[in-house]
């Protein structure tokens, strides 16, 4: 089988990597040996092993009939989405690692994949190495989903982990991601919750089988958590995790990425550092977990090349994927029920005026209190806390 | 498809519960829907829905040749792997729940199974509803596993958690288990590490490729734990739980059941109650983690269905799984190399004397110390605490 590899970044070469080193053990379980015949990228490679089989127009890979499977590891939707549909169109069989592809145009590339009898795969688009897309498709086929949540943003989840250790601010920690090359020099997609709101819109698909739309999905990130958040986190034994959730409600599904105070009982508190995971919930499974490497070059390339595997296995023959382009209408978001933790300069009267019976937590930051509230919806919560002085507040989970 | 199911018993009967409740799904994404038309048993069921499916003589499953699936759920190897070759060599595919059937005869029946173009294939013979035999088989497959480590046994770990959070005894918990109805009247098979060494043994095979011999296996059980020996535990902050290992080894795989005193740091440290889960190390990925029910009626029932979905959609396809009959050697148990910590009545002069340097732990049992030695093999140790009082040894993990 010959291959070709778009995109030559961290990704890219993790893939010709984990190629190269396990060579014969990937031959052994495709049927047939893998070879890298051609390496799209806009740049040279002068003195790479692979320096000649790099190739500047992806035409080259559209037009030799001997490539039979196209990685995608360039990012982004364009020009990838042009790219990836030229190459089903040419008959070849696609992974791809780029989630915002998978979220924006998965469903069109699986059914042009399908109407050949090719495979659209995307493995590493969620979890880095985490095997989780393979076992939604065909490990879980028995269960209705009732809850998909994870912590799959490995940035944020470092930078949390430091927060919650150490004591640092937002902002030291943030600089020191950066220079580790966690985060990028714009960390917005990961601070801000984008990047784990196109994961879960692409696991909620595949659960519902229908389209979710990562738009719809109320996302918050991580940027106003500050170290009080995590002394109140530390008093009240829970800790702070960026959340990405979807549970069934009827036929919609409620749908949220934002930092939730988790007990220490709940299956992803322990979950630190750069790691993901994510947590499922069948009606006849009952709970299970998945949990490993989020990102980083080798654990990703690892799940493109299962992919490469699965699809050298299944050279002809398509592999179903539930996921229509039948829109999946998500709960309002202000209908999504919470109990939340409230900061406030308020006194515990206008506090229970407003909230009926909380439960306080006292004595961790001077000249304010901290409250939980009962279960209710975003829309009661955001009337009822409007009637006191709110410092900040953080979801229960 | 219609299906036959062998074994009305606890899985069973849990099988068709699960093809009951979640029909329509479930025939959505097999792509046609899956109907039971023979249960074969010993017994009769009067009064139960699928009471006119129920039959006793297996050969009017084998000579139906409307039946494409059969579910083995009777545990044993006999008659179990009499009735799964006759069902295979009848042209029929075959998933089974039964542990005791693949670790003896695996190898065979996949053989048989892809002579014919057919699946035999056994997703709850380990883990219960946790997937991981096809992940192993389809999501890992771009990675030499370096290391594999589980919990693998419910019964057990439900024990040893109620021992380490409550100071009950062996014997105490044992009865609070039997009487619960997670252990059986003969505990045997779980308190002395056979079920978990069946297992074991399939996920090395998988792992290499090759028949990994479960005789071959060095196990131990959970029988001579005390409520002592977790005092220590809590005040080295570790807990005690019943591993089953596999560790490449160059050629070989060291493969061990036993019980470890694991550091909080272990990934399997917070796995509790009847709960299971699964570690994995691979070359490229690095860690990953697979956690859920390892047993009970509908999450090992939801595991077989995923199988029957799968052969559902791969009809007269088969399924690569690589698992020759040549047998696997494994590293002699004496070279397996472990720390250990050891309860002794003798003297420290005495201890170093055998062991060198080690770290004490003083002042949890009178009378005594405990000790932790450094990383040796099992032959290093077992001369060694010869020269000393050994009341009991757990290996670190």
Redesign the interface.
């Given at each position: 089988m010959k291959i070709a590899v778009m995109g030559y970044g961290t990704i890219g070469s993790g893939v010709v990597e984990?190629l190269e080193?396990?060579k014969d053990?990937?031959a052994?379980?495709?049927?047939e040996p893998v070879e890298v015949k051609y390496i799209l990228d806009l740049r040279d490679f002068p003195g790479d092993p692979y320096e000649k089989c790099i190739v500047h127009d992806y035409q080259t890979i559209v037009n030799d009939p001997e490539i039979g499977i196209v990685v995608e590891a360039m990012g982004g939707v364009e020009p990838a989405y042009t790219f990836v549909k030229a190459m089903l169109l040419a008959g070849k069989q696609v992974t791809t690692s780029n989630k915002n592809l998978v979220a924006e145009k998965g469903a069109e590339l699986i059914a042009i994949a399908r109407e050949r009898n090719l495979n659209f795969m995307f493995?590493a688009s969620v979890g880095g190495?985490?095997?989780i897309i393979?076992?939604l498709n065909?490990?879980?086929?028995?269960?209705?989903i009732e809850e998909i949540t994870g912590i799959l943003n490995g940035t944020t989840n470092y930078m949390l982990t430091r927060m919650a250790n150490e004591g640092v601010s937002f902002e030291d920690v943030l600089k020191d991601a950066q220079a580790k090359g966690y985060a990028e020099a714009d960390p917005t997609a990961d601070v801000e919750g984008i990047d784990p709101c196109r994961k879960i819109a692409i696991l909620t698909s595949l659960v519902c089988?229908k389209q979710v739309n990562y738009e719809d999905i109320y996302t918050e990130g991580i940027t106003k958590i500050t170290s009080e958040d995590f002394a109140y986190a530390n008093k009240m034994k829970r800790s702070i995790k960026l959340l990405a959730s979807s549970k069934q409600a009827g036929d919609k599904y409620a749908c949220m990425v934002a930092p939730f105070m988790l007990a220490k009982s709940h299956?992803l508190c322990?979950v630190n550092d750069v790691f993901n995971s994510v947590f499922v919930r069948?009606?006849?499974?009952?709970?299970?977990?998945?949990?490993?490497?989020g990102a980083?070059k080798?654990?990703t390339?690892?799940?493109?090349?299962?992919d490469?595997?699965?699809m050298v296995?299944h050279n002809n023959?398509n592999v179903?994927i539930?996921w229509s382009p039948e829109k999946m209408e998500l709960v309002d978001y202000k209908e999504n029920v919470n109990s939340f933790f409230v900061r406030t300069t308020s006194e515990k009267a206008e506090v229970e005026a407003a909230f009926g019976a909380v439960e306080y937590v006292e004595g961790v930051v001077e000249g304010e209190i901290g409250f939980v509230t009962n279960a209710m919806t975003e829309a009661d919560f955001a009337e009822k806390v409007e009637k006191v002085q709110c410092i900040s507040r953080i979801r229960l989970a």
């Amino acid at each position: 089988m010959k291959i070709a590899v778009m995109g030559y970044g961290t990704i890219g070469s993790g893939v010709v990597e984990v190629l190269e080193v396990n060579k014969d053990l990937i031959a052994e379980r495709a049927g047939e040996p893998v070879e890298v015949k051609y390496i799209l990228d806009l740049r040279d490679f002068p003195g790479d092993p692979y320096e000649k089989c790099i190739v500047h127009d992806y035409q080259t890979i559209v037009n030799d009939p001997e490539i039979g499977i196209v990685v995608e590891a360039m990012g982004g939707v364009e020009p990838a989405y042009t790219f990836v549909k030229a190459m089903l169109l040419a008959g070849k069989q696609v992974t791809t690692s780029n989630k915002n592809l998978v979220a924006e145009k998965g469903a069109e590339l699986i059914a042009i994949a399908r109407e050949r009898n090719l495979n659209f795969m995307f493995g590493a688009s969620v979890g880095g190495g985490i095997p989780i897309i393979r076992p939604l498709n065909t490990c879980l086929t028995a269960d209705e989903i009732e809850e998909i949540t994870g912590i799959l943003n490995g940035t944020t989840n470092y930078m949390l982990t430091r927060m919650a250790n150490e004591g640092v601010s937002f902002e030291d920690v943030l600089k020191d991601a950066q220079a580790k090359g966690y985060a990028e020099a714009d960390p917005t997609a990961d601070v801000e919750g984008i990047d784990p709101c196109r994961k879960i819109a692409i696991l909620t698909s595949l659960v519902c089988g229908k389209q979710v739309n990562y738009e719809d999905i109320y996302t918050e990130g991580i940027t106003k958590i500050t170290s009080e958040d995590f002394a109140y986190a530390n008093k009240m034994k829970r800790s702070i995790k960026l959340l990405a959730s979807s549970k069934q409600a009827g036929d919609k599904y409620a749908c949220m990425v934002a930092p939730f105070m988790l007990a220490k009982s709940h299956p992803l508190c322990n979950v630190n550092d750069v790691f993901n995971s994510v947590f499922v919930r069948g009606n006849m499974l009952g709970d299970a977990m998945f949990y490993g490497s989020g990102a980083g070059k080798l654990p990703t390339a690892s799940a493109v090349v299962a992919d490469i595997v699965d699809m050298v296995k299944h050279n002809n023959i398509n592999v179903f994927i539930d996921w229509s382009p039948e829109k999946m209408e998500l709960v309002d978001y202000k209908e999504n029920v919470n109990s939340f933790f409230v900061r406030t300069t308020s006194e515990k009267a206008e506090v229970e005026a407003a909230f009926g019976a909380v439960e306080y937590v006292e004595g961790v930051v001077e000249g304010e209190i901290g409250f939980v509230t009962n279960a209710m919806t975003e829309a009661d919560f955001a009337e009822k806390v409007e009637k006191v002085q709110c410092i900040s507040r953080i979801r229960l989970a």
